[in-house]
């Protein structure tokens, strides 16, 4: 039983693997070139291209983190090995998260109507603001680094006084030790876009009360720019808050002689750089036309093709 489900799993995972690479790569080229058409590309779409970037290499360091959990027993991992996966896991998971946050606040400044005078300063300074909430993320990420590293070494030493006989506790803790950083640290951006969230919709229910926009027929674009707003900032909570809890599972859970919790947890965890992105393609406009523009194309070649058989 423990060997389908395992089965099973894996075969999820590959399917999300694909997705992942299908969706980030389509992002971040399909930015790219409209980039090099209008030799300038907006903010939101340099954030796009970024988040894309940084989600396909997060899927692609889950991707090489399962095939070295399938071929070797985590016992026989070495230290730089351990090291590698989880500075790269720890980078390309942070600039995933933190850009997408930073999308969130782009959005609340952009959209969001406040009459308060800091406010109206971080909006007019609103690209200051999204870059320095990047940098100001930068020492999480190299605190969350040097506390793996840490942790990382200490349990490389408790495996030496294991080989021993004598169990040492940090052996025993390790993987808990190495996951609660990466836990903690995931809750500070979810803290900052949930915030974003409840400010959008203070400013929604503010503007429709000035407004009065209740009679049929009548269309305000604020009104229309906040729900759009607010879909994409929903859709990220949610799809953060299954990421979050498949890191708790990861953490309650963890157990090196039961590899379908930890498959099970991996598969929970890829669902966020992966069909997120997807989601995100439909949900989007200019990019939901550019997939269909691109799926026409196929479609258009395919039959091309047909008709040149003999």
């Known amino acids: 039983m423990a060997t389908i489900l395992q089965s099973i799993l894996n ?3 590959i399917i999300e693997f694909f997705i992942g690479n299908l969706g980030n790569g389509f992002i971040a080229l399909v930015n790219c070139v409209n980039s090099v058409k209008r030799r300038k590309i907006p903010s939101v779409d340099k954030i796009l291209t970024a988040l ?3 989600r396909f290499s997060a899927v692609w360091v889950l991707f090489l983190d399962w095939l070295v959990f399938l071929k070797f027993s985590p016992l026989s991992i070495t230290r730089n090995t351990l090291r590698m996966i989880q500075i790269a896991w720890n980078i390309s998971n942070h600039f995933s998260v933190w850009l997408t946050t930073s999308l969130s606040i782009f959005y609340f400044l952009k959209i969001a109507i406040f009459s308060n005078a800091i406010f109206l ?7 200051r603001v999204v870059l320095m909430a990047l940098l100001l993320s930068l020492v999480l990420l190299f605190l969350n680094m040097f506390l793996v590293i840490k942790h990382i070494d200490a349990w490389i030493d408790g495996y030496k006084v294991n080989t021993s006989n004598s169990l040492s506790p940090s052996f025993v803790e390790f993987p808990r030790l190495i996951l609660l950083p990466s ?21 929604l229910w503010k503007h429709i009360r000035k407004m009065q926009f209740f009679t049929k027929g009548c269309k305000d674009i604020r009104i229309w720019a906040h729900i759009t707003a607010l879909q994409t900032v929903v859709v990220f909570l949610l799809f953060y808050m299954a990421f979050f809890l498949s890191l708790a599972l990861e953490f309650w859970m963890f157990d090196m002689e039961r590899r379908e919790t930890l498959l099970l947890a991996r598969v929970s965890i890829t669902i966020f750089p992966s069909i997120h992105s997807c989601v995100f393609i439909l949900g989007h406009s200019k990019l939901r036309q550019d997939l269909f523009s691109v799926l026409r194309w196929l479609r258009y070649w395919c039959k091309q093709v047909g008709t040149l058989d003999p």
Not at 121 to 127: D, E, G, M, P, V
């Open 52 to 54: 894309a970037i940084s």
């Open 183 to 203: 836990l903690m640290f995931t809750l500070i951006p979810f803290g900052v876009s949930l915030t974003a969230f409840l400010l959008l919709i203070i400013s």
């Open 11 to 13: 075969i999820i995972f």
């Open 121 to 127: 300063y971080l909006k007019w300074k609103i690209k």
